[in-house]
């Protein structure tokens, strides 16, 4: 059973540009997480996802940013018309569906680095 | 609100010496907590999971205790060796979310 995958590993964009993050979870898994780490800050909850629904979006900023995780495929973490605030490592966790006891599984993240 | 808080924010040790690493949170009505190591720039290590419903979790030289109603987990790590050096990182698990600690960085000189 692969784990969670996150591509890419890195991403480079220039201001005002789109970067597209992906999140494949753990096979059997329906529930997303992303999170980010700026640099020198702890790690910040973003959207909580299951498939085809935003079910907690409460960290994510208000402008610019958007999540989905469709019927088929990864779920998406959008960020348009990026600037250099944007740049952080966002990982992305997954879930088997249940209760909120069951553990995360975390990707190795994708660091996005905006110039 | 729930606020994690990790102490000390740095610690550095000698190699062979038995450690612990401190995390408290604010609101103990949590489902889990988890301990994370994390290398400079590189991803998430889980560590340990401990259950609301459970006192502590052990794995290797780890050990992670949780005393949910004071707020205060523990992890501890005998005999400290070089390649433990990281940023340990305690998250506590709330209704759908992790809330994460800044992490204490740890370095364990030969």
């Known amino acids: 059973n692969a784990g969670v995958m996150q591509n890419p590993r890195h991403l480079v964009r220039r201001r005002g540009q789109e970067a597209r993050l992906r999140c494949s979870p753990m096979k059997g898994h329906s529930h997303v997480y992303w999170y980010r780490q700026l640099p020198e800050e702890g790690l910040k909850f973003m959207v909580y996802?299951?498939?085809?629904?935003?079910?907690?979006e409460s960290g994510m900023p208000k402008e610019r940013f958007s999540a989905e995780f469709p019927k088929e495929g990864p779920s998406i973490l959008r960020i348009q018309q990026v600037v250099r605030g944007d740049s952080a490592a966002y990982f992305c966790a997954s879930s088997p569906p249940g209760t909120n006891s069951y553990e995360q599984y975390f990707g190795p993240g994708t660091r996005l680095t905006v110039t | 609100k729930q606020e994690v808080t990790q102490i000390p924010a740095a610690l550095s040790v000698p190699e062979g010496e038995n450690l612990v690493l401190n995390c408290s949170f604010t609101d103990s009505a949590i489902y889990n907590l988890q301990w994370f190591r994390q290398d400079p720039g590189k991803g998430l290590t889980s560590l340990l999971l401990i259950q609301s419903s459970q006192r502590e979790q052990t794995s290797g030289r780890l050990n992670a205790s949780l005393d949910k109603s004071s707020g205060r987990s523990t992890l501890y790590i005998a005999a400290s060796q070089p390649g433990d050096s990281a940023t340990y990182l305690c998250a506590v698990r709330g209704n759908r979310k992790l809330i994460w600690g800044l992490g204490t960085s740890l370095a364990v000189n030969p």
């Open positions: 996802l299951q498939k085809e629904n935003i079910i907690d």
